[in-house]
């Protein structure tokens, strides 16, 4: 999975851990705020919890440098991510609560009235940085004409494979079409090396791979209208024939995985290929260093359309309106996203976030190594999840009810016809957009 917490017991090694403190004693250089800060400014932020140790280390030593140079105090409540978005909600619908969240997804689309309007923050952030379009997909709301949220960025996945075995298979270099991949697949499991994707309710894992694959092959969910539900049609059709032939070449117990699963599984050797973050290679340096060494990343493999069709996990911060502070929040946000703390905050991770700006994709933690450079681009060739809709509450219930994921198993180990398991999901795509 991109977003686990098992994973902090692997670290992300020494070098990463001195980045991280030698920047927390580095002194706060002088600076010139953007907004007016409010008088005696604290702030309380609500976000996700430490995923990989170094990046609580780095936000906190970040958080710290901001109160030097405003004097505005900032308490961080980390949380579980599955626990953000209920209590996200909870603290909008009651008017109190933490002043901004670090959220997922559509989050901020699920109540934008109750936002702060954060177009001044989000239109100096692209002007100097660079928005990818997919981040203005999600900080914009249509509904209300300005910006609601502020894209951070996500937890970018690859598809993770063991070189070796891969040519064993006969390849020199990995396929970049969907076909190709389907050919290896059958290949290495000739070999006795099957590859393995989730098809449990992993939460990133199992949504992200299935999504692409959707997408990859012309299908989608709903139209641009985000009324017109378009799922129950040929390219999807197509794309459970197609996935059916990749299931076929997939490890026993698929059915069942949750995020943490393959993980497991490829660094016990048990399957070839999976999707995953950074996190494989990061665990396989620490404790599996001959796999480290045999294993490499890979993007997506592009389909029929032509053209990427990714998702990642993606995460943005909003601004409640009860907040006596909305000067100091976006203040915040506009110091923690600059390259000062941004950029040694991405490079104490690994790359384990690839940020929502452009600029930072010249960074030296993609190229350093050559192996983290696939997840370098992930923003730029993902689609929202709301495609080809806009984000909002219907996608994100349809994608908190794993409808596409639960579709891609019918068509698989549920045995259901292509048709009949798009035809499962219509119905509760309508029931979720009627709504």
């Known amino acids: 999975m991109t977003l686990r917490r098992s994973f902090m017991k692997w670290g992300l090694g020494v070098a990463a851990g001195a980045a991280t403190r030698s920047f927390a004693q580095a002194p706060a250089a002088k600076y010139a705020p953007m907004f007016p800060v409010e008088k005696d400014a604290q702030l309380r932020l609500l976000r996700w919890s430490g995923f990989i140790k170094a990046d609580e280390e780095s936000w906190n030593a970040n958080s710290k440098k901001f109160q030097e140079a405003t004097g505005v105090p900032v308490s961080i409540e980390y949380i579980t991510w599955e626990d953000v978005r209920p209590k996200a909600a909870m603290a909008a619908n009651l008017g109190t609560g933490p002043d901004l969240v670090m959220g997922w997804y559509d989050d901020p689309h699920i109540y934008p009235q109750r936002l702060v309007d954060v177009s001044d ?19 914009y709301s249509k509904q209300m004409n300005h910006w609601i949220g502020v894209p951070i960025g996500g937890a970018v996945q690859a598809l993770n494979y063991r070189i070796s075995w891969m040519k064993e298979a006969g390849f020199d270099k990995f396929p970049d079409t969907t076909d190709g991949l389907i050919k290896l697949a059958r290949g290495l499991k000739e070999k006795g090396h099957p590859m393995g994707f989730a098809l449990g309710h992993a939460v990133g894992d199992g949504n992200a791979w299935t999504h692409w694959w959707l997408w990859a092959h012309g299908g989608k969910a709903v139209e641009a209208d985000d009324k017109t539900i378009s799922i129950n049609k040929q390219e999807t059709w197509t794309a459970l024939e197609k996935v059916r032939e990749l299931h076929a070449q997939m490890a026993p117990g698929v059915a069942s995985w949750l995020d943490p699963n393959n993980n497991r599984a490829f660094l016990a050797g048990e399957v070839s290929i999976t999707n995953n973050g950074i996190s494989i290679y990061t665990a396989a340096k620490k404790d599996f260093p001959q796999i480290a060494q045999d294993m490499d990343h890979a993007n997506f493999p592009v389909g029929p359309v032509g053209k990427p069709t990714e998702l990642a996990v993606f995460s943005q911060a909003f601004i409640f309106k009860y907040s006596r502070f909305p000067n100091a929040a976006k203040e915040y946000l506009r110091f923690m996203l600059s390259p000062e703390q941004a950029e040694p905050w991405v490079d104490s991770m690994n790359g384990y976030i690839t940020p929502a700006l452009r600029k930072y994709r010249e960074l030296p933690v993609w190229t350093r190594d050559p192996k983290a450079t696939p997840f370098r681009d992930g923003i730029a ?55």
Do not use: C
């Open 121 to 139: 923050l989000a239109e100096d952030l692209g002007k100097r940085l660079g928005w990818y379009d997919v981040a203005r997909a999600y900080g």
């Open 381 to 435: 060739r993902m689609l929202p999840n709301s495609y080809a809709g806009s984000p909002g509450q219907h996608a994100a219930a349809a994608l908190a009810d794993f409808v596409v994921l639960d579709m891609f198993a019918d068509a698989t180990v549920n045995g259901h016809t292509p048709k009949d398991a798009a035809k499962r999901a219509e119905g509760r795509l309508r029931r979720i957009y009627r709504g």
